[in-house]
Nanobody
Framework: VQLEESGGGLVQPGGSLRLSCTVS????????MGWYRQAAGKERELVAD???????NYADSVKGRFTISRDRGDHFVDLQMNTLKPEDTAVYSC??????????????WGEGTQVTVAS
């Protein structure tokens, strides 16, 4: 199983970025996909996730600014980040909760992509 992320970079405060993640492999089913972030010296935290039923969770700190979607299909998840703030600076990692055998679900992670918000 591989999770490939793209879209990180440097942006000024108030700017936008779009993160994309593609999961590949011999996968039976994906229950949910999401994005987590870890800032320097802090614990990893959930940014947003979305289940195959369309249930979405957002961290309070990003509500109204970030939008998560799986519009491109089950093996894709995107995170549109608007009105970015310096405190959004972190390594963003894609997560997928999936099963290879149709029975047991496990979390898989991408390597992470750096998002830096600075003027």
């Amino acid at each position: 199983v591989q999770l490939e992320e793209s879209g990180g970079g440097l942006v000024q405060p108030g700017g936008s970025l779009r993160l994309s993640c593609t999961v590949s492999g011999n996968i039976q089913s994906i229950y949910s996909m999401g994005w987590y972030r870890q800032a320097a010296g802090k614990e990893r935290e959930l940014v947003a996730d979305i289940s195959r039923y369309g249930r979405i969770n957002y961290a309070d700190s990003v509500k109204g600014r970030f939008t998560i979607s799986r519009d491109r299909g089950d093996h894709f998840v995107d995170l549109q980040m608007n009105t970015l703030k310096p405190e959004d600076t972190a390594v963003y990692s894609c997560n997928a909760d999936l099963t290879l055998d149709g029975t047991s679900y496990f979390d898989y992670w991408g390597e992470g992509t750096q998002v830096t918000v600075a003027s």
